[in-house]
């Protein structure tokens, strides 16, 4: 079964479906073998390990599909990638859909955020009008050749236009025909209820826990008993490895070796035992 067909059935299941973020092949092979049934390619994430810059729209959509590309290469379960506003207008959704479609998206991610977006938890956010995200998001599922690959619709209007304005884009969102909505940066659990009661038998609902952000942070088997189908964990894996790369530098710097940090870190074959060393080079000797 193709991912994008394997989310769409496990969307279907009563279990909530936990998503941690990822942001190349590295960080995804990983979260495979961790055992995760799917994965949330995050646009912040991109732009602080790929650019080390801040989550404000400085990525671009090639960076994204290329990125996506080499993940979805060397990983079998579905990715839900963040597309941001679409990286420009209707037309310009259009194309961001059809690349992320081709490089193996399971499902896309849009927002009404004006472009150059920033992200979702910071201050200062702008949203489209309600009318421009429709045309958007009827222009992505026009766009995608299979209806496999699904639509997520995020809105951003809680911080700019209050969490009813919110609720009541998602409803002209949803009428829109996506696949599933993300109201961003809900405040309390009761906001998180409404929503849920309003949406959650009609659509996959998608809850997203930033540690330091808006929402207050949860567990998926909380979260799923609220109603929500998914929950994204999408900025706390750069964060994991900021704060262990911190460390390990410190350490580095101050012992002028690794020996302190040996016992915190994955030696040259137990690495080479996680990207799967050993079966590419039988692989290879096959081809001699």
Same mark, same amino acid.
């Given at each position: 079964?193709? $991912?994008?067909? !394997?989310?769409?059935? #496990?969307?279907?299941?009563?279990?909530?479906?936990?998503?941690?973020?990822?942001?190349?092949?590295? /960080?995804?092979?990983?979260? &495979?073998?961790?055992?995760? +049934? $799917?994965?949330?390619?995050?646009?912040?994430?991109?732009?602080?390990?790929?650019?080390?810059?801040?989550?404000?729209?400085?990525?671009?959509?090639? +960076?994204?599909? #290329?990125?996506?590309?080499?993940?979805?290469?060397?990983? #079998?379960?579905?990715?839900?990638?963040?597309?941001?506003?679409?990286?420009? %207008?209707?037309?310009?959704?259009?194309?961001?859909?059809?690349?992320?479609?081709?490089?193996?998206?399971?499902?896309?991610?849009?927002?009404?955020?004006?472009?150059?977006?920033?992200?979702?938890?910071?201050?200062?956010? %702008?949203?489209?009008?309600?009318?421009?995200?429709?045309?958007?998001?009827?222009?992505?599922?026009?766009?995608?050749? /299979?209806?496999?690959?699904?639509?997520?619709?995020?809105?951003?209007?809680?911080?700019? +236009?209050?969490?009813?304005?919110?609720? &009541?884009?998602?409803?002209?969102?949803?009428?829109?025909?996506?696949?599933?909505?993300?109201? +961003?940066?809900?405040?309390?659990?009761?906001?998180?209820?409404?929503?849920?009661?309003?949406? $959650? !038998?009609?659509?996959?609902?998608?809850?997203?826990?930033?540690?330091?952000?808006?929402?207050?942070?949860? /567990?998926?088997?909380?979260?799923?008993?609220?109603?929500?189908?998914?929950?994204?964990?999408?900025?706390?894996?750069?964060?994991?490895?900021? !704060?262990?790369?911190?460390?390990?530098?410190?350490?580095?710097?101050?012992?002028?070796?690794?020996?302190?940090?040996?016992?915190?870190?994955?030696?040259?074959?137990?690495? %080479?035992?996680?990207?799967?060393?050993? &079966?590419?080079?039988?692989?290879?000797?096959?081809? &001699?």
């Amino acid at each position: 079964m193709h $991912a994008p067909q !394997h989310l769409k059935q #496990r969307l279907n299941q009563p279990k909530v479906l936990l998503a941690p973020g990822v942001y190349d092949a590295f /960080s995804a092979v990983i979260a &495979e073998q961790a055992g995760f +049934e $799917a994965l949330y390619l995050s646009g912040a994430s991109i732009a602080y390990t790929l650019l080390g810059r801040s989550d404000i729209g400085l990525t671009t959509a090639t +960076e994204v599909a #290329r990125t996506l590309a080499h993940i979805t290469d060397r990983v #079998r379960v579905p990715v839900i990638v963040d597309a941001d506003t679409g990286f420009g %207008n209707a037309l310009n959704t259009q194309r961001t859909v059809r690349d992320l479609e081709r490089a193996g998206a399971a499902m896309i991610q849009l927002e009404d955020q004006t472009f150059p977006k920033r992200c979702g938890h910071l201050d200062g956010k %702008n949203v489209v009008a309600v009318a421009e995200m429709e045309g958007k998001l009827r222009a992505a599922l026009d766009a995608r050749q /299979s209806s496999d690959t699904l639509i997520l619709a995020r809105t951003d209007a809680v911080a700019v +236009e209050g969490f009813e304005a919110a609720l &009541e884009r998602a409803e002209r969102y949803l009428a829109c025909g996506v696949d599933a909505l993300f109201i +961003e940066a809900v405040r309390t659990p009761e906001q998180m209820d409404i929503a849920c009661q309003r949406f $959650a !038998h009609r659509v996959p609902m998608l809850a997203n826990m930033v540690e330091g952000g808006k929402t207050p942070v949860q /567990s998926a088997d909380v979260l799923g008993q609220r109603g929500y189908k998914m929950v994204i964990f999408p900025g706390g894996t750069a964060r994991a490895v900021a !704060h262990t790369l911190q460390g390990y530098y410190a350490s580095l710097h101050q012992h002028q070796t690794t020996l302190p940090w040996q016992t915190q870190m994955l030696d040259f074959d137990g690495l %080479n035992a996680v990207i799967g060393t050993p &079966e590419l080079l039988a692989k290879g000797a096959q081809y &001699e």
